[in-house]
Structures are given as structure tokens and as C-alpha cells.
């Protein structure tokens, strides 16, 4: 019995002795001299939060869309998460008449069960004349 007891102790100091998740900021490059505004990819645990990113340059929506996806999936790989591995995903149009020609561009981006996905027109726009802006957040 007292084995038991013993065991059941054991087992509750090695849980104990688990350390809790940590914050990781994932950079594709060195660390900036200065503290930035925020980082573009922070995990905690097994989940990875990708900041909003956009296409700041001239171009259409679906160009932009295809941009901005691509760069999510290299911030993705870099942290070792992939596009299949997104839960939540937020669009920010600056235009929402540009909805269905963004959704060309999107479509079959997360593999066959595409995450969660709110989608909204941004009052007043973009920042850096951006048609479109996402996050997302995903498992590693």
C-alpha cells in the first residue's frame, strides 16, 4: 500500500515540476535593437499568433490576398505550424465590395477544413493602403 501512496505523490510532484507554457517570438531575423510596437509572430504553448499582415503596395485585391496569404505561411513555417494547422482566421477589407474576389484568392489556402474566419470591411481602411489585412492563430 504504501507503494500506492508513494507512486500517487511521485506522480503529483513530477506534475508539479512541469513548467507552465512560455511566451516564444518567432523572428526571421536578429532581434531589433530597439523594442518594436509588436512582434509578428508570438507563440504560447502550442499556439502561434500571426499579427495582422498586409500588402503594401499597388495592386488588386486578389494579388493582395495571395501576398498576405503567402506571408502568413512563411511566418507559419518559420514557428514549424503550416496553413492546415490554422483555427482562427480574421480579414480586414478596406472595401467590402471586394468580399467575393478576396474569397477567389482565399479559398483552398488552409487545406480542405479551412479555420474559423470572421470578415469585416475596416472603417476608414487599411493602414499602409493595404486592400486587405489578416491574422490568424494556429497550433504548432
Partial sequence: MLTGVTGVAAAAAAAQAQTSPEKKVHRRGPKPKQAPLFNGAVSYGNLIFIAGKGAHYPGDIKEHTKTVLDEIERELKNAGSSMDKVL????YLHDLKDY??????FRGRFGDEPPVRTTIAAAGGIPGNSLVEIDVIAYI
Fill in 88 to 91: 482562427k482566421c480574421n480579414v
Fill in 100 to 105: 467575393a474576389l478576396m474569397n477567389e484568392a
